[in-house]
């Protein structure tokens, strides 16, 4: 894909696709006040 | 070079620059309106500063030169740098802002005498090593912003160096946080905006994405591999590199700092997210413009100028390749200019407070008045600036790795500190002490000799499985562990005050 071997493609979506529910899990359920 | 449109477009930006410098030098009234703006920045100007300071001459010329030396393999950059907001925000940022609003902090290290009650010896510790820290990272972009004004006005170094220190020096003196914080705003807007628009133009050039990626396949399968085999960015190293750029750059004092200058706690709900996606977009189309350039050079399309950092030209011959307007260099001269002066300017305000507030006011002169610290602080960022102007002279062979080296002493001096004085009520003011002195000293050792390739012992630094920083930040823990289980502990009232505990918030 892409020209990329496919552990590429994975390795590196695989990661951002985790770091982005992380922090929109943390969206979600910090209270957000003092 | 310069044509008359260019050196327009390049004044209009500086003395936008300057102006904001003078709009923002009308809001400071004290100290604490110079140092963290008052604690007044809404959402987006406090997430286009962290942007800002973390976007650096790293970004453009050494993401994109570090693409172009080594591939594939360095693509976690692209995820661990702009996390590191998002780590700064969540582990260090909600607490320290909580507990600064009630003890009024100005700098990190209030937060460290406080937390470690050692108003005097961690305090002066503390501001010393991030002085030395910030004075490294600073050559780093210095060097970034020469390289930019002699590409396109073919002008001397002293004087490309000279310009960009004067510039950035005159705003940053004069509006203190809230300059830095509204130069950051327009200068991140203009990163953004500006690489969105150019890296897919420079791409579509070298022959697409996908040609860029077979040909760098055709020259070395190495180079389209997620990670190296050994040595630099095989799987232990990348370990290393992620702590490294995640949590080094979260605990860098110029970074961290701004999360005291925040409005209201509730912007950290999805700064992080919001940050995350806007950076990591341009920085990764900035490591495929590098991955692009380097097929260009292969493929003769154009050279690269004869000097020991080529690589970090490489975006910018890209650019006068695919865009042939000399406009256009101006307006991407203006992208690189921006990306890099909002981390000078923000490094140079923390020297400024680390001094003026930490040394001079908390420890040498507390019964100064806030007129002379707020003069104090203006004199310190005109001669930080001048000092690592002088520096940046002998720019390094490779802007990435230098700038890796200052992150790398952030790392093991701040990183320890700061998250068990947050985390472990067990941590003591001697681990602390323990854990920054060796943290700092055995990162500078190990990075110098990380750098001359050094053999000491029987061990070849050149080519050591980790980052060097990952020792010393290991070193520092061990420090912080074995001291503080051994000395005094901190009173239970003052780990309350300071919000310590297992916990981000309750």
Not at chain 2, 5 to 29: E, Q, R
Not at chain 2, 293 to 309: C, D, H, I, Q, Y
Not at chain 2, 404 to 415: N, P, R
Not at chain 2, 436 to 465: C, D, E, H, Q, R
Request: hydrophobic content about 60%; proline content about 4%; overall charge positive.
């Amino acid at each position: 894909m892409f020209g990329l071997p496919d552990i590429t493609v994975y390795s590196v979506c695989i990661v951002v696709v985790v770091v982005i529910a992380a922090l929109l899990y943390w969206g979600l359920t910090f209270k957000g006040h003092d | 070079m310069a044509d008359i449109f260019t050196i327009v477009l390049v004044a209009a930006y500086f003395l936008g620059m300057l102006a904001i410098g003078a709009w923002a030098s009308k809001k400071i009234k004290n100290t604490e309106d110079y140092l963290v703006a008052g604690r007044q920045l809404g959402f987006w100007v406090f997430v286009l500063l962290m942007i800002g300071t973390v976007a650096s001459g790293m970004s453009l010329l050494g993401v994109s030169g570090l693409g172009f030396a080594a591939g594939w393999p360095t693509i976690w950059e692209e995820i661990f740098v702009p996390l590191a907001i998002g780590f700064c925000i969540i582990f260090f940022g909600v607490k320290l802002h909580n507990v600064a609003k009630t003890a009024g902090y100005v700098t990190v290290q209030d937060y460290l005498a406080h937390r470690y009650e050692s108003p005097t010896a961690l305090r002066t510790l503390s501001a010393v090593a991030g002085i030395i820290v910030s004075l490294i990272y600073l050559v780093g972009q210095y060097s970034a912003i020469a390289i930019v004004l002699i590409w396109l006005f073919q002008i001397p170094l002293w004087l490309a160096l000279l310009i960009a220190t004067l510039i950035t020096t005159v705003y940053t003196a004069i509006g203190g946080l809230y300059a830095v914080a509204w130069a950051s705003l327009i200068q991140s807007a203009i990163l953004l905006i500006g690489v969105i628009i150019m890296a897919p133009i420079i791409i579509f050039y070298a022959g697409g994405f996908t040609h860029v990626n077979e040909y760098m396949a055709s020259i070395n399968p190495a180079l389209v591999n997620p990670w190296n085999a050994a040595g630099a960015f095989a799987p232990p190293y990348l370990v290393s590199f992620a702590v490294l750029l995640m949590v080094g750059l979260a605990c860098a004092p110029h970074v961290i700092n701004n999360v005291l200058a925040i409005k209201d706690v509730k912007y950290f709900k999805w700064a992080p997210l919001v940050a995350f996606v806007a950076y990591g977009v341009v920085i990764f189309l900035l490591k495929f413009t590098g991955f692009a350039g380097a097929v260009m050079v292969k493929e003769g399309v154009f050279a690269l100028p004869s000097v020991p950092n080529a690589g970090d030209f490489v975006i910018l011959y890209g650019i006068q390749y695919a865009l042939p307007v000399m406009a256009l260099w101006a307006v991407f001269a203006v992208i690189v200019l921006a990306a890099v002066m909002s981390t000078t300017d923000r490094l140079m305000l923390t020297i400024g407070a680390m001094f003026s507030w930490d040394i001079y006011k908390k420890v040498l002169k507390p019964d100064a008045d806030d007129k002379t610290v707020l003069l104090l602080s203006k004199i310190v960022v005109v001669l930080s600036a001048l000092g690592t102007m002088v520096l940046a002279i002998n720019p390094p062979q490779m802007l990435a790795i230098l700038i890796w080296m200052g992150i790398g002493v952030m790392l093991s001096t701040f990183a320890v500190p700061l998250l068990a004085g947050l985390y472990w009520r067990g941590a003591t003011r001697e681990g602390a002490l323990a854990a920054m002195a060796l943290g700092l000293v055995s990162s500078l050792v190990f990075g110098m000799l990380n750098y001359v390739k050094a053999n000491v012992l029987g061990i070849n630094f050149g080519t050591i499985p980790l980052h060097f920083s990952a020792y010393s930040f290991i070193i520092a823990i061990l420090a912080m562990v074995i001291v503080s289980y051994a000395t005094k502990k901190t009173s239970a009232k003052v780990l309350d005050e300071t919000q310590t505990g297992w916990y981000i918030s309750k």
